[in-house]
T-cell receptor
Framework: DAGVIQSPRHEVTEMGQEVTLRCKPI?????LFWYRQTMMRGLELLIY????????DSGMPEDRFSAKMPNASFSTLKIQPSEPRDSAVYFC?????????????FGNGTRLTVT | SQQGEEDPQALSIQEGENATMNCSYKTSINNLQWYRQNSGRGLVHLILIRSNEREKHSGRLRVTLDTSKKSSSLLITASRAADTASYFCATSGSGNTPLVFGKGTRLSVIA
């Protein structure tokens, strides 16, 4: 199995631009999570989906952030417009159960730099 | 917040020594998990211990859980240079709630 696949691995953009991060979960997994990692705040949960349905987006910092999961094999996290404080590593993780505290499989992340 | 806090923030040891990392949390948990993160990579699940368990082993890893003190420890025995990474604890409260991660311990094993 290829594991959780995220793209791009690195993204550098200017403030005000739209950024779209992509995630392909492990085939057959039905829960998907987006986390953000910074030195100051550690790993923060942004949003999670069960069976493609967003369950809790209370971790999404602002309306500039949105996430979708149009099907079981693809999810996007969009930031529009981006700001320098959005600079972080964004991780997608999946698990093969709707039990949310099951072990997670993480992708290798997207390192976002907003200048 | 139930977020776990790891201690120490950073640890440097010689190859062959044992490494102990601690995690404290604030609320009742369903289970506690430990993850490892190599530089530039995603987190990898190491071990899960349930709230009714006190100790668990996996290879060179030993995890203990003390729910009365709301704390857990991860012991890596006979450390190797390849164990150099950040280690995170993650907790989940009662009910079907997602994992909350601590800020991690950076372990450096010097050959």
């Amino acid at each position: 199995d290829a594991g959780v696949i995220q793209s791009p691995r690195h993204e550098v953009t200017e403030m005000g631009q739209e950024v779209t991060l992509r995630c392909k979960p492990i085939s057959g997994h039905n829960s998907l999570f987006w986390y953000r990692q910074t030195m100051m705040r550690g790993l923060e949960l942004l949003i999670y989906f069960n069976n493609n349905v967003p369950i809790d987006d209370s971790g999404m910092p602002e309306d500039r952030f949105s996430a979708k999961m149009p099907n079981a094999s693809f999810s996007t996290l969009k930031i529009q417009p981006s700001e320098p404080r959005d600079s972080a590593v964004y991780f997608c993780a999946s698990t093969g159960t709707t039990v949310l505290n099951s072990p997670l499989h993480f992708g290798n992340g997207t390192r976002l730099t907003v200048t | 917040s139930q977020q776990g806090e790891e201690d120490p923030q950073a640890l440097s040891i010689q190859e062959g020594e044992n490494a102990t990392m601690n995690c404290s949390y604030k609320t009742s948990i369903n289970n506690l998990q430990w993850y490892r993160q190599n530089s530039g990579r995603g987190l990898v699940h190491l071990i899960l211990i349930r709230s009714n368990e006190r100790e668990k082993h996996s290879g060179r890893l030993r995890v203990t859980l003390d729910t009365s003190k709301k704390s857990s420890s991860l012991l890596i025995t006979a450390s190797r240079a390849a164990d150099t990474a950040s280690y995170f604890c993650a907790t989940s409260g009662s009910g079907n709630t997602p994992l909350v991660f601590g800020k991690g311990t950076r372990l450096s094993v010097i050959a």
